[in-house]
């Protein structure tokens, strides 16, 4: 039973709800008519797809949202099945003005509910398609086979300027660096006992290029390997649904097999 298949939920979720356009000042001419400065007009934000699938992003949930979703991945690690967990979670605050807290939690045995896993973090949006986000992936859990005890984290991610997106305001390349510890430093139980293997790398990084509106491609290392995978985001205003997908650990670093990984989620304003 693995955590990985959750994290695509936490920042699938988290991703797609994004700042409002911030409050810019405006110039008047002589005849009270609003001239926009060219800067603000060239400004690209993330567009609405997700970032990642492991490792977590500077952008997350705010203004009142609360949001939950599946997670399913095969073969987690070495002996080991299928597995399919929820997740859930909620965003208040406002990451523009002052700064944004997002907490969520994970149930790992959906039929009994009995393991489970909570974390959060708080994030600020800097300018220019720059947010700032740290926090805790797990900062409190009873999963019995993982062990790998709290990790926390710091990520800044960004919104190349200087490539046109899809649509005016958005961006199409999205970037991420960030580190932690647990789960991004250290190997599952499974894969020292099985591989030999206990450590990773602690600095965790994701790129994500939008192919199409509201779909991007995703590249990858989290830490302990390196993932690929797409995130489409479907248009529809005020509730956010999102799917991410991909094939997790390719370089065979944390099991001995690449696994496919699945996320599907919603996320609502609830005022």
Do not use: C
Request: charged share 15%.
């Amino acid at each position: 039973m693995g955590r990985f298949s959750t994290v695509i939920l936490h920042v699938t979720v988290g991703a797609i709800l994004l700042a409002p356009q911030p409050s810019f000042p405006q110039e008047t001419s002589q005849a009270n008519e609003i001239v926009v400065p060219e800067s603000i007009l060239r400004l690209r934000l993330p567009n609405a797809a997700g970032k990642s699938i492991l490792s977590p992003t500077g952008w997350g949930a705010a203004y009142n949202t609360i949001f939950g979703g599946m997670g399913y991945q095969t073969d987690a690690y070495p002996g080991g099945g299928s597995d399919a967990d929820w997740s859930f979670g909620a965003g208040i605050g406002d990451p523009v003005k002052l700064i944004g807290a997002q907490g969520h939690g994970t149930i790992y045995d959906i039929s009994g509910f009995s393991q489970i896993s909570l974390g959060g973090k708080l994030h600020r949006y800097l300018g220019r398609g720059t947010s700032v986000a740290a926090g805790a992936m797990t900062l409190i859990e009873n999963v019995d086979d993982q062990n790998l005890g709290r990790s926390f984290f710091i990520v800044v991610s960004h919104t190349l300027q200087t490539v046109d997106g899809t649509r005016p305001g958005v961006g199409r390349v999205h970037l991420s660096l960030g580190a932690g510890s647990g789960q991004f430093a250290s190997m599952p139980l499974a894969t020292r006992a099985s591989l030999g293997t206990t450590g990773g790398t602690w600095f965790f990084g994701n790129a994500a290029v939008e192919l199409a509106e509201n779909w991007n491609a995703i590249a990858e290392w989290d830490g302990l390997a390196m993932n690929l995978g797409m995130s489409y985001s479907l248009p529809l205003p005020g509730f956010y649904p999102a799917i991410t997908m991909g094939i997790a650990d390719i370089t065979k670093n944390v099991g001995d097999r690449p696994r496919f990984v699945f996320g599907a989620g919603s996320a609502l304003r609830v005022f």
